[in-house]
């Protein structure tokens, strides 16, 4: 008899505990410092600690193609303006995924209804296809890596007893950087440094459900 209550004293917690796993898939709109607005979507996955805190985690996927007017100006002070070939130069097409660790606060705002704050930090991987210097009409790829970080706010609608909607506007920060080289007209090597600041605003919306 106590091998049995200890296997229910056991099983009853990870029951209980399975329960309370969610996830949620969000999308919507995110404007980043380097780039015009592009679409962004994402997954969140995580469990609730009790029903107003939860841990989880989170990973998004951001692509956008942009012209980098920092870089063209760059060009532009070094090598002397020529416009069209410096804006081919710096043409950069990108692939951002943050993925973070984060936790949410709710609370009940209505019948059905609840405000919550979310935050997270992590790290943000850019995979990043640019024009060569030298040979602009040839693409080179590139990864770069930076710490980030997200602060957001939301209002979810339960749509039934394991199932919400969700509006989410949200703050992210970040800014990954590299280093490459480009020879000018002379002959000398330049080294150039090309950061993408992709902090800025994103507007959601999405589902969240538990399980």
């Known amino acids: 008899m106590k091998k049995y209550l ?10 209980a505990f399975a329960q309370l796993h969610m996830g949620g898939i969000k999308l919507g709109v995110f ?35 942009y012209v980098d007017q920092n870089l063209v100006s760059q060009f532009n002070n070094f090598y002397g303006i020529n416009s069209s070939l410096n804006e081919l130069r710096a043409t950069t097409n990108l ?19 609840y405000a919550y704050f979310t935050g997270g930090f992590g790290l943000e991987m850019l995979l990043i296809y640019y024009h060569d ?29 394991r199932s919400d909607v969700l509006i989410e506007l949200a ?12 020879t000018d007209l002379t002959g000398h090597t330049r080294t150039f440094e090309q950061s993408i600041n992709m902090s800025g605003l994103m507007l959601r919306t999405g589902f969240r459900f538990y399980f």
């Open 95 to 113: 692939y951002a995924i943050p993925l973070m660790a984060t936790a949410t606060v709710n609370w009940p705002i209505a019948p059905r209804s």
């Open 31 to 65: 404007d980043p410092s380097a780039t015009n607005a592009g679409f962004i979507i994402g997954y969140e996955g995580g469990w609730a600690v009790d029903p107003n805190f939860s841990l989880g985690w989170s990973i998004d996927w951001f692509h956008k193609d």
């Open 6 to 15: 200890c296997l229910i004293v056991l099983f009853v917690p990870a029951l």
């Open 171 to 182: 703050y992210h920060n970040s800014q990954p950087s590299w280093q490459y080289e480009g």
């Open 133 to 161: 210097y030298d040979n602009p009409d040839n693409n080179d790829f590139h990864g770069a890596f930076d710490f980030a970080w997200q602060l957001g706010a939301g209002v979810a609608y339960e749509l039934g007893p």
